[in-house]
């Protein structure tokens, strides 16, 4: 972050201060207006500078200056305030001085320092007190202004678009423009001079980070050029989401506050948006993938919840661990990366229902995260349970090819060819009892499964099961003759493993029927 974009929460700025001076107070320089003073207090050392306070302005009588040939001296003095941070110099008249010396005008000239004389009848302390009101006014406008600004935020969220309300707030007070980004990298809500790809590099910082975090950059090809990029932490460190907001200058320590603000309210909107999880549009996404009945109360419901109007082109969504067993993600984090509510767990993965089509990047946080994405093409809602049967031969393909893919990408197979339907008969077929919904159907069919994927080695086979290699050629030869077939024979091997790519398709159907 840009050290000279950072604003605290209550300022007085040198101009303000020098203002509200007695007019007896004569300023022969005012030096940068609009930094903000941060401390008033005398000194009277010949090197001040180990004692002081970033934003201080120095007063003293003009001890530091002494000798008759001060020039050297009042350059050294002036440069080494600057250095520090220094706002400004008071130069108090009497008993050293009469006025202030010409070697101390021309080094603040020079340095930029702000230079102000003070007569005798004005005491340092007065100034001092004078900064105290000052700091006590803009205190009180601030916490006004955050009160005001709060308030108007916390009714936004209470709208019928949260988001989009809350944004709006921003917009009409201390913002030019204000956006949130998703974890994908996509516009949820808002809208923004700058492109998703000009900002990229900001919100990667920003959700680089943990904890509450702040980036600030300057577009200067923008026409609100400083931008603040926030991330939104619901629960955790992962940023679901960011706020970026564009202003024309470093926001004032009110408005600054009002963004903080809305950050907070944003965070609770996707809390809130996250627990409704288990909420009507799920069940009926359920009902609709599991089961047989469809109709327009339980496809409005799930267009709803994927955060679409009725009638809007769906698409389903399936992600993997890369590995079986692979690194486990939070499911409300999926909801976020696809902007949808309804993420469905299973099978150690997950079936998501979005409005979205995932981007690049949502694939590639996907990846990093260990994660596989199949991608669905999009359909209405009444034809999802097909959408999502069909997907499944793009699932299946996820490990081999050790990339996300999406319907139509995945290379040309068998399973791909033969079709949910086809293939739930052949499995049905083939594989019989070990169909049933009992433990030990489920071990048969574990078992078959990686005694074929490691193409009938016995050794390969009880390394990838965790048995011995005796028990896995005892429960292959049972598997033979229950199920009547030569397990030596390649097609039937081949037949078998297609088969039980279907299993699942063959036991949904049975408890359909």
Not at 353 to 363: E, F, L, Y
Not at 372 to 390: F, H, Y
Request: charged share 25%; hydrophobic share 45%; net charge negative.
């Amino acid at each position: 972050m840009d050290p000279s974009l950072e604003t605290p929460l209550v300022t007085v700025t040198l101009d303000r201060l020098l203002h509200a001076l007695p007019e007896t107070v004569r300023v022969l320089h005012p030096g940068r207006g609009d930094s903000a003073v941060r401390w008033v207090g005398p000194s009277e050392l010949d090197d001040p500078v180990p004692f002081l306070v970033p934003g201080e302005v120095v007063l003293t009588s003009g001890m530091p200056f002494r000798a008759s040939d001060g020039h050297a001296e009042a350059q050294r003095y002036v440069a080494s305030l600057v250095k520090a941070e220094a706002r400004a110099l008071g130069v108090g008249l009497a008993p050293h001085h009469d006025r202030t010396p010409e070697a101390v005008i021309e080094a603040c000239r020079l340095h930029g320092l702000g230079l102000f004389e003070i007569p005798p009848e004005v005491s340092f302390a007065s100034i001092g007190l004078v900064f105290a009101r000052l700091m006590e006014t803009a205190r009180a406008r601030v916490l006004r202004d955050l009160h005001d600004g709060t308030r108007r935020l916390l009714a936004a969220a209470m709208g019928s678009s949260p988001e989009q309300e809350v944004l709006t707030v921003l917009t009409r007070g201390p913002v030019e423009w204000a956006v949130v980004l998703g974890a994908d990298g996509q516009v949820r809500a808002g809208s923004a001079p700058a492109s998703t790809e000009q900002l990229e590099g900001l919100v990667e910082r920003v959700q680089g980070g943990s904890g509450a975090r702040l980036e600030i950059a300057r577009f200067d090809q923008l026409e609100a050029p400083v931008v603040e990029a926030h991330p939104l932490r619901p629960s955790g460190d992962d940023a679901v989401a960011v706020l970026v907001a564009g202003s024309r200058r470093p926001l004032e320590p009110s408005a600054a506050g009002t963004v903080r603000a809305a950050v907070t309210v944003l965070e609770v909107l996707q809390r809130r948006r996250a627990s409704r999880r288990e909420a009507a549009g799920e069940l009926a996404a359920r009902l609709l993938l599991r089961g047989r009945i469809a109709s327009e109360t339980t496809e409005a419901l799930i267009s709803r919840s994927a955060g679409a109007a009725h009638r809007t082109r769906l698409r389903i969504v399936m992600g993997v661990p890369r590995v079986a067993e692979g690194v486990s993600v939070d499911e409300r984090f999926w909801g976020h990366l696809l902007d949808t509510e309804l993420v469905l767990p299973e099978d150690g993965g997950f079936t998501a229902i979005t409005r979205r089509d995932p981007s690049a990047r949502a694939v590639a946080e996907a990846r990093r995260r260990g994660w596989l994405l199949a991608i669905g093409d999009p359909v209405e809602a009444d034809g999802l349970r097909t959408a999502a049967s069909e997907l499944l031969a793009v699932r299946d393909q996820l490990r081999r090819s050790d990339r996300s893919l999406r319907q139509g990408e995945q290379p040309l197979s068998v399973a791909s060819l033969l079709g949910p339907q086809a293939g739930a008969a052949l499995a049905r077929g083939l594989l019989g009892h070990l169909l049933e919904p009992t433990e030990e159907a489920a071990e048969q069919r574990r078992v078959l499964t990686a005694w074929l994927a490691c193409s009938g080695s016995w050794e390969a086979a009880a390394r990838e099961l965790d048995l011995h290699r005796n028990t896995v050629r005892r429960q292959i030869e049972a598997l033979q003759q229950e199920l009547g077939l030569d397990l030596g024979d390649m097609g039937v091997r081949a037949d078998l493993w297609v088969a039980l790519r279907f299993a699942r398709d063959a036991h949904s159907d049975a408890d359909g029927g």
